[in-house]
């Protein structure tokens, strides 16, 4: 959820930084959230689904 959250995420953003891109902590944060508020409802449905 966090650019220091995993070393794959501090590689992307280094990535995009040299292309001109340039991923803020802030905005990195919120599209965390996001997929991860999206994976628990995902998750929560099939658990329920299923069991």
Request: aromatic share 14%.
């Amino acid at each position: 959820m966090t650019i220091v959250g995993a070393a794959a995420n501090m590689v992307g953003t280094s990535v995009a930084k040299k292309v001109g891109i340039e991923i803020t902590f802030k905005e990195f944060f919120k599209w965390g959230t996001i997929v991860v508020i999206q994976s628990i409802i995902l998750s929560l449905i099939y658990i329920y689904v299923r069991y």
